[in-house]
């Protein structure tokens, strides 16, 4: 029987499920080995064919671990809160839980026809209670904890008030809030319990404060920078804002050290390592304090700020890495959301002030981070003063200098800074030369000497001595100290939306309070519609009740990434109801392995999941510092769009006349995106196109060589486009195991590659080949019991040694093509030898499945074994050359070629050309003069 994948593949997918076939234990004697893929958000368009390219690479490698000897665990699940399916339920009505659950349903379907190892028994959605109750348990537990900057750790927040409650706050050395109480022992103890909350909370890993955030009135909600584009919401295309806000946030910045130095132990991506350590922004440097002109307790001459009636704090504190600059400051720079910008700002300066922050506020925060061309801020009309020499400084806003970004104010010093540069002379502000540029290029290299000017006491030393000498007198003056900062701020961890995580906490008096673990987890309660309050609540505010019997719940929601930033735990104990998994699966499992997935996640998901699994080693509960030993960034697909060209008439109106694309320059046209699925090797279906949109009905066609030909450019996939191919339709087409290794065979798994399904079909005529060595020309199955020729060992034994090569190095691309070379040479071979064919069958099974599976029975095996096979040993003597085959030339040309053993020694190499027939042939009778031989390389005769 020809090869019918279409009933080969339906019958190994039901096996599979039937009997679990990949189901893996959590107990075993072989080594584990854990592979993860990102897991999906279920959309309602299910997958296109650039989404399962990792889950391919990921499946060939699992499935090689288990030929391998390993106890793999190759899981999947769902990341279904979110979003998308909130603006759906807002405009049907439609509960998110509906749409999901048809959404996840379609995403299944898909991935069972591809033919993927995954162990279904452990499927995990972050949507439902059994699993959202362990996400609400960790944030209870980091609620509960502080970091111990002396420890290195997080601790129990217990053991922090049993320090209060003995000591008072002295010797603390906490991550926590800027402005906390210094109290003692007995004063801690005479606080009310609202007042010790108040002030536990400023340590707490979990806490309330007041950011400002991506608000989008269209949405009702908190937007993630990364939802953010221009200021606009990437969903929908709705305004956004800044806006402070009341949320809840994670302290990450706690952990900011550790993070960066766990990168140099896991084997990531440079680019994606270099990606977080760029967020996580390390700098060695000083904070400063500059004076505000005319405060309270500044301790500078008399003078009172234009506001009159207002006290701000004393001072401005900076953070910089070149304080010995400090000299050179001509101008401060505040964000124009910093805490002290209506205290600063005077009467005539208002309106301006005014009018810039909300200009400020259409902006994001990645947008004011990535101009770095454009020059604006405002004059606040007061002054700090310089604390090493006492001159005034004018303090300004600009939308560079962001309020959560170290401490929403920078000094700036135009000799030493370019966009301090250009700021000052957009403005006409002083630029004070600070150094000698011909003696010092401090951008290439600061450490180097120079010789400081218009700088006081450093002038003439050394930057090194410079920085000691302007920081020791800081301390001196109490006005700075040396610092480290680091650029990542803490994680707000809050959404305004109906379909996400609850948090577990109820608030008494104002004060957060967690709910019992007991009353875990917390049900998302059902309310009549999916929009904030009419007073402006979070969707959650329209439930009816739903009240804590000693207070009211939180009404916003976690964000999505909480849900996915410890679900691989999960994966190791799905089904456990007393804890998010149990010890003994938790230290049998350990960590994840090998790790697929976006770059885009780059900063968020990666950088969360690695903080709570860092959090959760401290607090005891899992046993490695970091989740993902190996890493690997698939590449994109990119949609190969086709274009047809609508003729334009003399009015310059288009016409129901396309031009076929070699035609075009003789013709004024306009280019019109067509389904890519009515277009086959760039030659448009012309039925199909006038069936494709009502428009084109009576459409006509200027042709060249009787054919349409349609223009080609890549870009990324999207309906939009309609470039986009649906695997279903390739899967029917083709077969699952043609798509698994085309899109291995497009290229290198890291590079984004454009999709072109023309090259498809060679990948589907390799497996038919592959088929035929099995069968005979009536396609009856034959296989020979007989010993395999040196030849069919050669061809094999390479095979084995280039895939295993290829796949441990994740080369599936060049794997594929070294199959087609195999099954060509045993083709040519004519090889029917079980010996030899059994061996390519595993070989093969990473990549096609399906037909392997079928074959492996056919072959005499037991149904099912395939996937716990052992992948054959290479051995090294089979490509062992024995016999040369020597070129002979005649007088410098070459005549012909002998098949001689390489164990010859040169006089019988030479005896054994001369006596062969084609040879004498050739010398006619000639005797030669000279006869040369290179052993293993080439024998010359002149005569």
Known sequence: MDYQFKDIEKKWQQFWADNHTFKAENTSDKPKYYVLDMFPYPSGAGLHVGHPLGYIASDIFARYKRLKGFNV???????????????????????????????IATYRRQLDQIGFSFDWSREVRTSSPDYYKWTQWIFMQLFNSWYNKDADKAEGIDKLVAHFESNGSAGINAACDDEILSFTADEWKAMTNQQQQEELLKYRLTYLRESTVNWCAALGTVLANDEVKDGFSERGGYPVEQKKMMQWSMRITAYAQRLLTGLDTIDWPEPLKEMQRNWIGKSVGASVKFPIYGAAGAGVSEGTLATGTETPAPYIEVFTTRVDTIFGVSFLVIAPEHELVSQLTTPEQKDAIEAYITQTKKKSELDRMADTKTVSGAFTGSYVTNPLNGEMVQIWIADYVLAGYGTGAVMAVPSGDQRDYLFAKHFNLPIIPIIDIQKIDTEADPTKEGKYINSNFINGLEYKEATAAVVAKLEELGLGKAKVNFRMRDAIFGRQRYWGEPVPVYFKANIPRLIEESDLPLLLPDIDKYLPTETGEPPLGRASDWKHPKGEYELSTMPGWAGSSWYWYRYMDAHNDQEFASKDAIEYWKDVDLYIGGSEHATGHLLYSRFWNKFLKDIGKVVEEEPFKKLINQGMIQGRSNF???????????????????????????????????????????????????????????????????????????????????????????????LRMYEMFLGPLEQSKPWNTNGIEGVFKFLRKFWKLFHDADFNFTVSDAEPSKAELKALHKIIQKVEQDIERFSFNTSVSSFMIAVNELTDLKCNKRAILQD???????????????????????????????????????????????????????????????????????????????VQKYLDGKTPKKLIVVKGRIVNIVV
């Open 73 to 103: 665990l190759h899981p999947m699940g769902y990341d279904s809160f979110g979003l998308p399916a909130e603006q759906y339920a807002i405009q049907t009505g439609q509960h998110p839980s509906v749409t999901t659950e048809a959404n």
């Open 644 to 738: 047809v060209y609508r003729l334009i008439d003399a009015e310059g109106k288009g016409t129901n006349t396309f031009v076929s694309h070699g035609l075009i320059k003789d013709y004024e046209t306009s280019p019109i995106h067509v389904d890519v699925n009515i277009v086959e090797n760039e030659v448009l279906n012309l039925n199909k196109f006038k069936e494709w949109r009502p428009d084109f009905k009576d459409a006509e066609f200027i042709l060249e060589n009787g054919k349409y030909i349609c223009g080609v450019e890549i870009e990324k996939m999207s309906k939009r486009y309609y470039n986009v191919v649906n695997p279903d339709d390739l899967a029917q087409r083709y077969g699952a195991d043609t």
């Open 840 to 918: 390519l069958v595993i070989i093969l099974e990473p990549y096609a499945p399906h037909i392997c599976e079928e074959l492996w029975v056919l072959l005499g095996n037991e149904a099912g074994t395939l996937s716990y096979a052992s992948y054959p040993k290479f051995n090294p003597a089979y490509l062992v050359e024995d016999s040369f085959n020597y070129p002979v030339s005649i007088n410098g040309k070459m005549k012909t070629t002998i098949s001689l053993p390489l164990t010859l020694e040169q006089k019988e190499v030479e005896e054994a050309v001369l006596a062969s027939a084609d």
